[in-house]
């Protein structure tokens, strides 16, 4: 069973920065792809970001269109944790954050919730105008 926990949330204003950080329990932290998912008030949780697990030297990153530019997603797996670097804040950006791991598919990454079998409590993210 993997615990994450994430945090770095918190308040900011619209152009700020923040930097969420997710800790892994597991070990075999390296093997799993890590995603990033937030959920605002009233909708849906949705896709923001994934790295996958190492293919040889290489990590293959995604984002959402909506972070395209801004948002950063990274690993440590010395550190079992994964980051998200988030710059020019938005209030649309304004959300619960979720890291959450994928033990299965690892470099081919996937954006949809149901294929993560792992995830963390959440920080809040609150962006003001």
């Known amino acids: 069973q993997v615990q994450l926990v994430e945090s770095g949330g918190g308040l900011v204003q619209a152009g700020g920065s923040l930097r969420l950080s997710c800790a892994a329990s597991?070990?075999?932290?390296?093997?799993?792809?890590m995603g990033w998912f937030r959920q605002a008030p009233g909708k849906e949780r949705e896709f923001v970001a994934v790295i996958s697990r190492s293919g040889g030297r290489t990590y293959y990153a995604y984002y959402a269109d909506s972070v395209k530019g801004r948002f950063t997603i990274s690993r440590d797996n010395a550190k079992n944790t994964v980051y998200l670097q988030m710059n020019s804040l938005l209030p649309e950006d304004t959300a619960v954050y979720y890291c959450?791991?994928?033990?299965?598919?690892?470099?081919?990454?996937?954006?949809?919730?149901?294929?993560?079998?792992?995830w963390g409590q959440g920080t809040q993210v609150t962006v003001s105008s």
């Open positions: 597991e070990r075999t932290f390296s093997y799993y792809a």
């Open positions: 959450a791991a994928d033990a299965t598919r690892g470099v081919v990454v996937s954006r949809k919730t149901g294929d993560y079998e792992y």
